[in-house]
């Protein structure tokens, strides 16, 4: 099973943009790579999904190497608001299995 | 879209009693629901995973018998924390996985999570 590691935090100052590392040595084959944001008292916020290469959206970009032992989320342009802390998870189903590793998760704190 | 409620956001209940979690996929279809349990500062932690119809597929060191899972339909999954004790006390996080065009995505949506207090 495929382990996930992060650092335990990281500061910034508004916008700039910040990357965010996550380690999965032994990932597997079916294994596609999540993120997720979350404010205290609240449930996690998807933020991006990717199996390979670049995944961008509206809000983040996921850049996963072509061996997927790792996996960065970019943040452009930050602001307070984004002081969270942000999950990583690796994951696989199989028929109606599925398989989930989560990161003990980055605290971002932003500063202005 | 892709909404997930959860009901009570918050609960207090004495010792002894049991206390039902109601999670909803307001808009999918959730094909298999998950739950979570978080204490302060730390990640998540998978309890279980349900798939509509199914029994529930508790985690190693999850009690089955306390933490009662249903899902009943392909919107509605409950946990039912029975006979609850303090330690019991914790964040409770519901999340869903649906059909988007008939394919399943793969992507986890959260509820806003239960705060359970057991005095």
């Known amino acids: 099973l495929a382990k996930t590691t992060q650092p335990v935090s990281m500061d910034s100052y508004e916008g700039q943009e910040v990357n965010i590392t996550c380690s999965h040595n032994?990932?597997?084959?079916?294994?596609?790579i999540t993120w997720y944001q979350q404010f205290p008292s609240q449930g996690p916020r998807f933020i991006i999904q990717?199996?390979?290469?670049?995944v961008t959206n509206e809000v983040a970009s996921l850049f996963i190497p072509a061996d997927r032992k790792s996996s960065t989320l970019s943040l452009p342009r930050v602001s307070l608001s984004d002081t969270a802390v942000y999950y990583c998870?690796?994951?696989?189903?199989?028929?109606?299995?599925?398989?989930?590793?989560w990161g003990a998760g980055t605290k971002l704190i932003i500063k202005p | 879209g892709a909404v997930v409620s959860q009901h009570p956001s918050r609960v207090i209940c004495k010792s002894g009693t049991s206390v039902k979690i109601e999670c909803r996929s307001l808009?999918?279809?959730?094909?298999?629901m998950f739950w979570y349990r978080q204490f302060p500062k730390q990640s998540l932690m998978l309890m279980a995973t349900?798939?509509?119809?199914?029994?529930?597929?508790?985690e190693q060191g999850v009690e089955k018998d306390k933490f009662l899972i249903n899902h009943a339909s392909l919107t509605l999954s409950t946990l039912t924390v029975t006979s609850a004790h303090p330690e019991d006390s914790s964040f409770y996080i519901c999340?869903?996985?649906?059909?988007?065009?008939?394919?399943?995505?793969?992507?986890?949506?959260f509820g806003p999570g239960t705060r359970l207090t057991v005095l």
């Open positions: 998870l690796v994951g696989s189903r199989m028929d109606s299995n599925y398989q989930l590793i």
């Open positions: 349900s798939n509509e119809g199914s029994k529930a597929t508790y």
């Open positions: 032994n990932i597997a084959t079916n294994d596609y």
């Open positions: 990717g199996y390979k290469t670049k």
């Open positions: 999340s869903a996985i649906g059909l988007a065009g008939g394919v399943s995505t793969d992507t986890q949506y």
């Open positions: 808009d999918f279809q959730a094909t298999t």
